[in-house]
Structures are given as C-alpha cells and as structure tokens.
C-alpha cells in the first residue's frame, strides 16, 4: 500500500514535470575546415522551445537575424559583437541569420525550428532560392561527414 502512494506521487510528479527544451551549441569561428568565417553547424534544427547558444570562440563575431527571413511575429535577434549569446526559439519556421560583421564574407546560418514539412513555403520569395541551396550543401556536408 506503502509502495503504491508512493509509485502514484511520482506519477503526479513526473506528470506536472515540464519537459526540458534542448540547447544547441553554435560556435562563431574565424576559421574551420569548412571555411573563413563560418558558424559551426552552420544549419540548426530544433524544435519549438528549444535554444541555441552562439559562442563568440573568436572575437569579432555576433549573431543576427537576416531581415526578411524569420517567421512573421518573431522578435528580431541582434547580438553584441564578441560576446556570446543564446537565443531560445518559440516559434516555428525557419530562421536566416548573419553575423553583421562578415555577412557580405559569407557568414550565415539556417536554423529550422519544428517539423512543418512545408517550412520552404514560408521563407519570403526573394529568399527562397537561397534558402534552398543552403539546405542542398549542408545536406551535402552532412551526408560526406
């Protein structure tokens, strides 16, 4: 009787629990095998609630969004140069981002939150092709690794 109160509380507890949200590490780099100025994964999929952890592991580098290429409604991300920033994403869609700095060197990052299948759909037009090609190199990244 003892072990069944106490097996039934744990259940109620575990039950009220909340599930504990992933954090994903993403290192700023000057440098990798994959290149001069990269994030590194470059492409994050996470899911709703879940953050991802910018690390400054070179100075000079900070995280942004790419304006046009957040789902509608999210709040804008804009980090301090060289120092680290962790962003939790709530909602779902896919997220362009830049480090302000070496954007025009190249310095991007896709992060795919949630499971939508149709996430390509809600990337802006004048964004989509470049969408796509992002996600066939790191597919191709990820398949050689």
């Known amino acids: 009787m003892l072990l069944r109160s106490l097996l039934g509380a744990v259940a109620l507890a575990a039950a009220g629990a909340p599930l504990q949200a992933a954090e994903v590490t993403v290192k700023m780099l000057n440098s990798s095998p994959n290149g001069a100025m990269v994030f590194e994964p470059a492409f994050v999929r996470i899911a709703p609630g879940d953050s991802v952890k910018f690390v400054a592991t070179d100075k000079g580098h900070n995280v942004?969004?790419?304006?046009?290429?957040?789902?509608?409604?999210?709040?804008?991300i804009k980090g301090v140069v060289s120092k680290d920033e962790t962003v939790t994403f709530e909602k779902e869609g896919v997220y362009g981002l830049q480090c302000a700095p070496h954007y025009m060197m190249g310095m991007i990052a896709l992060d795919v939150v949630g499971t939508t299948p149709s996430l390509l759909e809600k990337v802006p037009d004048e964004h989509?092709?470049?969408?796509?090609?992002i996600g066939e190199v790191m597919s191709a990244l990820q398949a050689a690794a």
Request: aromatic share 0%; glycine share 10%.
């Open 64 to 76: 942004e969004s790419i304006k046009g290429m957040a789902p509608e409604g999210s709040a804008p």
């Open 128 to 133: 989509r092709d470049t969408v796509a090609a």
